[in-house]
């Protein structure tokens, strides 16, 4: 069973920290990589997706690391909005793209 | 926009019913999934669908059974509903497109099994 690993958390920070969440998974022929956020009973919702070269999105960036396979997320100067869930997803290519879903991490922003 | 509707937010049914689940997506998406959800254990995939009238299981089919009989409608079916399928349904599309392969949910479906 192809496995995606995340610490549960959770992460308690006060306001402005930065914050740093790794997801490891054990497929090293998995295609594509996201990170979602699932806001308390909602849906998740795609928060970026992960490229090989790294990308940043505002205060959000998300690395990949192929050789050591995992994936990160940065944020910076966290506000309390950014209270949530943030899910790692890897995608393998079989008859489809079949996504696999870690756990998720725990994220609290405090004031 | 994707858009990505359940048919019902929250339902409640008898042990031995037999429960529908229906999903649409309005985006022309190849691929369709439905997830259930448990605190502690994450999302799981019950099964998925790449094509009309195809279907594949995932990692929990058992109990669950699935109908694609259009592109955008993807149900899921308990025979016949039991307690341990108390739970969080969630429903998914994307395009079957390595490029673009993004997952879209709808807002999911709390069902409670007495």
């Known amino acids: 069973r192809k496995e995606v690993e995340q610490d549960p958390g959770p992460f308690n920070v006060p306001e402005g920290a930065t914050v740093a969440f790794n997801c490891t998974y054990s497929?090293?022929?998995?295609?594509?990589f996201f990170w979602y956020r699932q806001d308390c009973r909602k849906e998740p919702k795609l928060l970026m997706s992960?490229?090989?070269s790294g990308n940043e999105d505002g205060r959000f960036t998300a690395q990949l690391n192929r050789a050591s396979q995992y994936i990160s997320l940065l944020i910076r100067d966290s506000k309390l909005s950014d209270s949530a869930t943030y899910l790692c997803?890897?995608?393998?290519?079989?008859?489809?793209?079949?996504?696999?879903f870690g756990r998720g991490t725990s994220l609290i922003v405090h004031p | 926009d994707v858009k990505v509707t359940q048919s019902s937010r929250y339902l409640v049914k008898r042990t031995g019913e037999k429960v529908f689940l229906e999903c649409v997506q309005d985006m022309d998406h190849e691929n369709m999934f439905w997830y259930r959800q448990d605190p502690g254990l994450g999302l799981r995939l019950i099964y998925f669908?790449?094509?009309?009238?195809?279907?594949e299981k995932g990692d929990i089919p058992e109990g669950y059974s699935v109908s694609r009989e259009k592109k955008e409608r993807f149900s899921l079916i308990l025979e016949s509903a039991s307690t341990n399928q108390t739970s969080m349904y969630l429903c998914a599309s994307s395009r079957d497109n390595p490029s673009e392969d993004t997952q879209y949910f709808g807002p999911g479906t709390r069902l409670t099994v007495l």
């Open positions: 992960v490229y090989s």
């Open positions: 497929n090293s022929a998995s295609q594509s």
């Open positions: 669908s790449y094509d009309v009238k195809m279907k």
């Open positions: 997803v890897v995608n393998d290519r079989g008859g489809s793209y079949i996504p696999t």
